[in-house]
């Protein structure tokens, strides 16, 4: 398996996409900021990543033909728009392909969600494992 790509921030992922996606990021980027403006940009596994405290909230992955935008609780999101993509336990995605896909009301509306659930979530404790 390849190693993950490893980003000191949010600008040195961006600047290691292509220009076409970097003009997605980038719109993608001003939307959370003034959607969720208290949102802190972050580098997870390899993405651009919005934390609430230290709590993902969304991430962006550069595709060569798209741009996720997704929800680290996005299973649990309620999506009148169908917009939501993926089969796993708990991720969802969109798949933005050109900054005009960004409906700003509807993924507001699940942006403005998927904070809120990560800001009320418990705070789960690993349990120390025993050798």
């Known amino acids: 398996m390849p190693k993950m790509k490893a980003y000191a921030s949010f600008?040195?992922?961006?600047?290691?996409?292509?220009?076409?996606?970097?003009?997605?990021?980038?719109?993608?980027?001003r939307f959370v900021k003034s959607a969720e403006p208290q949102l802190m940009e972050s580098v997870k596994w390899g993405n651009g990543c919005w934390l609430a405290g230290t709590e993902p909230v969304a991430y962006v992955y550069s595709d060569a033909a798209w741009v996720q935008f997704g929800f680290l609780t996005g299973s649990s999101l309620t999506d009148p728009g169908g917009l939501l993509e993926g089969t796993g336990r708990y991720v969802r995605h969109i798949k933005v392909r050109k900054p005009g896909d960004i409906d700003r009301p509807a993924f507001g509306a699940l942006l403005k969600q998927a904070t809120s659930r990560r800001r009320s979530a418990p705070k789960r404790k690993i349990a120390a494992r025993k050798a």
Do not use: E, G
């Not at 292509?18 to 003009?23: D, E, F, G, K, L």
């Not at 997605?24 to 980027?29: E, Y």
């Open 11 to 29: 600008d040195d992922y961006l600047r290691d996409q292509s220009s076409r996606n970097q003009a997605i990021i980038r719109a993608l980027r």
